[in-house]
């Protein structure tokens, strides 16, 4: 498959494809050692461990070869920060950060992004939400679990409410960046290992699970194309249509939170889909200008075997737009210590500037020092 079809396949638009630079094959065949790879971890919300906690496990990190964390500050209930418009369970971020930079690593607060479960919002403002192909909202009809319910891209009123709190984190001095989980639509099709979960078989695009229908996104549709897409014979197959989900995403990054991140001289990065997958939450995500994209590239969610680690991460490399990192994002529970040297040795084969590592608490210390003697070779 040569590259303007692997771009076709990957669902990219024809603008894209035409303004790819021809050099990323470099990247992916030997340059990826040219700069010091730098590796991430995320943490998931953590208000019991103590200062000194925090200072011994920031220093194993450190020594292990981590040079950035993630701290979720933001699970779409509670802002684990000082929020002026969010719910405030507990001011973590201020704890952890002067701790985390004294011993001398990166900060970049995780953030769910278009999900939304804040209970006031949801009951104030339903018409902020996402509706089905059936015409059910997510916030009383959500897909799949009961914390799906995900603000709508086209609405202002939504977008405004995401944008305050990249805002209020891009200024805080110390922090190095603003990471994005969650930026996208839900997945109208489910990874294969986490259908019978769900007790489902997802062999086309349902409509209980594609979004989103709401009057906003068919009229700014149809104002567009002339066309609605309740209306079409097939939704699912109109490109048109598929295009205009992504872009409402991606112009949403580009035009709305990036500039944000930016005034304040902070990095912004995302967590995203591989590209095997990215079609089902319509996240074009090489068309972001982003600092760097970390996909998270859980094989086992695939029924995937490491080397397929490897593999989507070339395709993902092969298919951004501009030169920006891109670094693996390994879920830890999959595998065992030698397990994990094997996958950062297949991300770093297929070109990646690093890998971020899900989750902190899932590190054994036979996982750390594991860690730490293969990133020790590069």
Not at 34 to 58: G, P, R, S, Y
Not at 166 to 172: A, C, D, F, G, I
Not at 339 to 349: F, P, R
């Amino acid at each position: 498959m040569n590259r303007r079809e692997l771009l076709k396949t990957l669902g990219l638009s024809s603008i894209a494809i035409l303004s790819e630079p021809l050099v990323k094959s470099n990247i992916i065949y030997g340059k990826e050692n040219e700069t010091k790879l730098k590796n991430w971890v995320w943490i998931t919300k953590d208000t019991e461990t103590t200062a000194n906690d925090w200072q011994k496990k920031f220093a194993q990190m450190k020594e292990a070869g981590i040079d950035a964390i993630l701290p979720e500050i933001f699970n779409s209930h509670f802002a684990f920060y000082a929020s002026k418009h969010l719910p405030v369970k507990e001011q973590w971020l201020e704890r952890i950060l002067p701790i985390a930079k004294s011993e001398g690593l990166e900060v970049h607060a995780w953030m769910w992004t278009m999900i939304c479960n804040i209970e006031e919002i949801y009951k104030e403002h339903p018409e902020w939400y996402m509706v089905n192909r059936n015409g059910d909202s997510c916030v009383d009809t959500p897909a799949y679990v009961e914390s799906y319910r995900f603000l709508c891209p086209s609405r202002s009123e939504s977008l405004d409410f995401i944008a305050k709190r990249v805002n209020e984190l891009s200024q805080y001095d110390q922090l190095d960046g603003v990471h994005l989980d969650f930026i996208r639509y839900p997945d109208v099709i489910l990874a294969k290992s986490l259908q019978p979960k769900y007790g489902i078989l997802q062999d086309s695009e349902y409509p209980e699970y594609d979004y989103c229908y709401c009057d906003v996104c068919r009229k700014t549709f149809k104002d567009k194309t002339g066309l609605d897409p309740m209306e079409l014979k097939d939704p699912t197959a109109n490109v048109e249509w598929r295009q205009y989900r992504y872009d409402t995403i991606s112009n949403f990054v580009n035009n709305k939170l990036i500039p944000i991140a930016r005034e304040y001289k902070k990095e912004i990065t995302a967590a995203v889909f591989p590209p095997y997958n990215w079609i089902y939450v319509r996240q074009q995500w090489p068309n972001w200008n982003l600092d760097a994209v970390l996909p998270m590239l859980y094989h086992s969610y695939y029924y995937q075997g490491i080397e397929w680690i490897k593999e989507q991460t070339e395709k993902g490399i092969y298919s951004l737009r501009r030169d920006e990192p891109l670094y693996s994002g390994l879920m830890i529970s999959a595998f065992s210590p030698a397990g994990l040297s094997k996958a950062v040795e297949a991300a770093i084969s297929g070109g990646a500037k690093g890998v971020a590592l899900f989750e902190s608490h899932s590190m054994t210390d036979e996982h750390w020092r594991s860690f730490n003697e293969v990133i020790s070779r590069y």
